[in-house]
């Protein structure tokens, strides 16, 4: 007999909403115990997920999905979602190559109206499909879901400041995942968010308004006080009815005789917006999850019946932990040093930081324009801040990095991790442009690290920059198993180096290429030619003299990132065609990213496909030689 009897019924939401009212705590059961049993396998983000199996399961039986458009934020909520929504049969390719993504995304199903895997958009994405709606005579109703720490970001409030001006008919449902805002209130709180979610109480609430207004100015004024004041004893949603919602709340995110009738209440309510605080358990039903949201709010394969997540051993430390160790050396030596994290201390290695320097530390919450911003605060004060924010993250406050850094030369000194390829977080995590939108901005110091040891080098380097801003780029992953040096010792900025001498070809690495350029050297010199191979280490400014002499000395030149076009290899070739050095019969190729998005996958797989690892450099080596077929011949 299956043990999900329900669920087996459930291939779309249309079947889910003809089961009964009274069979949705059982569904709920069985979803969370698919969920654990799938993410199990492959890895991937659980806590926030068992946070929401409630409230997916009613979200899907109020409303008339995909019709009604339901967007989740941020997108690593959505795996029941995804089970309830025809993809069930694929929850176990979840983050693997060629499987299912670990975010929504708009062309793996018609049920996910809007990719999101960075957070804080839905709310801005949801108005903009109201409006559309209203613009083409539509009736749909369109949800946001935002929580796990998505309410920390401006981006939000400034979608609600705008909605709650137009008065558009839109619903948002804040998940509470960790009580930051109110917790519930027992019997009490479910029967006021039930009555205040009602019709009556909408209609009677608009008209106090309205009689409000035909009073003299200063009874408009104390009628309106009063009613503020007793909403937000008993509700505590003045913040947001001042942003022009209508606060409904909170409820228990997992009882569905709270969920349900709210639900249906604000479905069918005319006025608008609206928002529903929902306040879940992160982790909720599975035991080792909720004694440690945070371990377990992503994780990778685990054993189901104690918990225990296999990590395999690893055979050198992680980048990450390497570069906290190193400014933790620095900051022994300089308490002027701080560090900057946008809700990410653990990812970034700061929580490491935190526990020696917790003075020191600022978590600014998933506010990354506000943390750059910050970053520069502190630096015009003589302070010397980290901002240490995943490349793919940083994106998000571009126009402070430009206005408030870099035209102002102020050191803020930038530590991207996850450069490069991430493998299973896929295209929405890729740190794949930070050389571009850096490199374009003058007076900035850009490095990236080859190996550990590097790293360590490359953090006392950015201490000692405090004239300009600088950003230090290091991937996500394990070394590669060097000696790590005692101290840290600053590099000569814009000063690579020539790791070994060869006479026909150069290869010029930037950042942890550089092995599989050693091993392409190895390859190219069985077939008796000559290579030298270099670390730029700095994409700016450029070692314009190492350039030149590879450019002089040698028939081919090969630059090799992991980055986008328009990065390292373009600021070479701009330098060789301004001092006329390509005029001289050299023939120069630029090893970068493809110019695609790329999904998720195995990150040596992923490398492999982009043409950056040794075969891949020595077939481009062949090609611009004229003699592509020899590789073939050989293999």
């Known amino acids: 007999m299956s043990k999900t009897p329900l669920l087996d019924r459930i291939g779309t939401p249309h079947e889910l909403r003809r089961l009964a009212e009274d069979q949705l705590p059982q569904l709920a059961d069985e979803l969370r115990a698919e969920m654990i049993d799938a993410v199990s396998v492959t890895g991937g983000h659980l806590g926030a997920g068992l946070g929401v199996i409630e409230l997916t399961v009613a979200l899907h039986w109020i409303f008339n999905t995909p019709e009604d458009r339901l967007i989740w934020d941020v997108g690593h909520q959505a795996y029941p979602h995804k089970i309830l929504t025809g993809r069930r049969d694929r929850i176990r390719t979840l983050r693997q190559p060629g499987g299912l993504s670990g975010f929504t995304k708009r062309d793996e199903s018609p049920y996910d109206p809007f990719g999101a895997a960075h957070s804080s958009t839905s709310i801005s994405a949801a108005l903009g499909m109201a409006v559309a709606r209203d613009l083409s005579g539509g009736s749909n109703n369109v949800i946001a879901v935002i929580g796990d720490g998505a309410m920390s970001a401006g981006m939000a409030y400034e979608a609600m400041n705008n909605a709650g001006a137009r008065n558009e008919r839109l619903i948002v449902i804040l998940n509470d995942n960790d009580m930051s805002i109110a917790p519930p209130t027992g019997a009490l709180s479910a029967y006021l968010a039930r009555a205040t979610s009602s019709g009556t109480y909408l209609h009677l609430r608009d008209y106090a308004k309205q009689l409000a207004k035909m009073l003299p100015k200063q009874w408009e004024r104390r009628a309106a006080r009063v009613e503020e004041y007793t909403r937000h004893i008993w509700q505590g949603g003045a913040w947001f009815e ?177 450069a490069g390829l991430v493998g299973a977080d896929g295209a929405t995590h890729a740190g794949s442009f930070d050389i571009s939108y850096l490199g374009c901005l003058p007076d900035f110091v850009i490095m990236a690290a080859a190996d550990e040891a590097e790293l360590v080098h490359m953090v006392a380097t950015q201490v000692a920059i405090d004239d300009r801003p600088s950003a230090l780029r290091y991937p996500r992953g394990e070394g590669v198993g060097v000696d790590l040096p005692q101290t840290g010792v600053a590099l000569e900025i814009g000063k690579g180096r020539i790791v070994r001498e060869g006479s026909k070809v150069a290869l010029l690495s930037l950042g942890t290429r550089l092995a599989e350029c050693l091993k392409a050297a190895d390859q190219l010199q069985s077939f008796g030619l000559s290579t030298t191979v270099a670390d730029a280490r700095f994409a700016k400014p450029l070692d314009t003299r190492l350039i030149r002499d590879l450019a002089l000395n040698h028939e081919v030149l090969v630059t090799v990132e992991e980055g986008s076009v328009g990065g390292f290899g373009s600021y070479v070739l701009q330098f060789l065609s301004d001092e006329g050095l390509l005029d001289r019969g050299l023939r120069v190729r630029t090893k970068v990213l493809p110019d695609v998005f790329i999904d998720h996958g195995k990150p040596e797989v992923m490398y492999e496909d982009a043409g950056l690892n040794a075969s891949g450099i020595v077939k481009t080596v062949f090609a611009a030689l004229g003699r592509a077929d020899v590789v073939g011949e050989r293999a």
């Open 242 to 418: 001042e942003l022009g919602f209508y606060y409904v709340g909170p409820i228990d995110g997992h009882d569905f005789s709270q969920l349900l009738p709210v639900l249906k209440n604000v479905r069918d309510a005319e006025q608008a917006p609206i928002l529903v605080h929902v306040v879940t358990k992160k982790g909720k039903g599975y035991a080792p999850a909720e004694a440690a949201d945070d371990k377990y709010h992503g994780v990778n394969k685990f054993n189901v019946v104690t918990g225990a997540q296999v990590k395999p051993k690893p055979n050198a430390p992680s980048y990450t932990k390497v570069f906290a160790d190193s400014l933790i050396a620095e900051a022994r030596k300089d308490d002027r040093i701080v560090a900057i994290t946008a809700a990410m201390p653990s990812g970034t290695g700061l929580d490491y930081f935190g526990k020696e320097f917790p003075e020191r530390t600022f978590d600014v919450g998933i506010a990354e324009q506000h943390a750059v911003t910050f970053a520069a605060g502190l630096a015009t004060e003589g302070y010397k801040p980290f901002a240490t924010i995943y490349s793919t993250f940083l994106q998000r406050a571009y126009d402070q990095v430009v206005h408030d850094v870099a035209i102002q030369k102020l050191p803020v000194r930038f530590a991207l991790d996850r």
